[in-house]
């Protein structure tokens, strides 16, 4: 059976920067896939934002960092959906836990790495292959600031950023040829619930643009390196922190 809609999969879909690429791509046209961990009362808001675009979604509750989980859930959803794939995957879920290295315990390492870096592997693994046939596919990992130029007290997270983006570069030059396209997008602050035990005032002094970005700003560019315009961009590192670079 063919099925013509066109999947997009929103890892971290429930909150912030993830539930505004969902409604992103929904105005897009997309079918969005809403991938939470535990809070299924904002992923339904996000599904009920989706539907306000004129368009539907599902939820898929998945921890990004079990293999096991993200196979089975989204084993179960191809099985449903004979003849369909999913096209755009946006590789967003992610978490902080900061420490300065020095004291920083070996759970707040591997739970950040895990969760940021190693969901990279299992979820893009996982859902290339149907790209690949199908020689079209958009991958889009949202990186960090932190992942460029490192950031004091967030060791843990830079590495986990820096390794997803220089993954992202070579996994862009391996399935450059079958029209399967993977960007890197790095958000400096914006205003989420990650962000709402930093101080605001302090911080928003040193980004030229005075304020911090909204997770609007961060789906737009999110939203156009998942379409088809995009269409020669692959490799790409694209920054959103109004002018914050160093
Ligand atoms: P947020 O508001 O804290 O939302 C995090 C999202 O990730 C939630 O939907 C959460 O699901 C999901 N999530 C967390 N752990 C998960 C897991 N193990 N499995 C599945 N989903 C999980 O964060 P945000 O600010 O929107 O951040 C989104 C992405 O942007 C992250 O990768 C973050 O590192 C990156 N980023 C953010 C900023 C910023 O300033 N906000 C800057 C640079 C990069 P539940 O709702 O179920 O918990």
Known sequence: MINAMKYALVTGGSRGIGRAV????????????INYHTNQQEAELTLQQVRDQGSDGELLKFDVAVQEEIERVLGQWQAAHEGAYIQVLVNNAGIRKDALLMWIKNEEWHEVINTNLHSFLYVTRFLIKDMLINKMGRIVNVVSLSGLKGLPGQANYSAAKAGVIGATKALAQEIAKKNVTVNAVAPGFIKTDMTKDLDEAQLKAMIPMGRFGKPEEVAAIVGFLASNEASYITGAVINVNGGLYT
């Open 22 to 33: 969902s409604v992103k791509l929904a105005e897009m046209g997309f079918f969005v896939l």
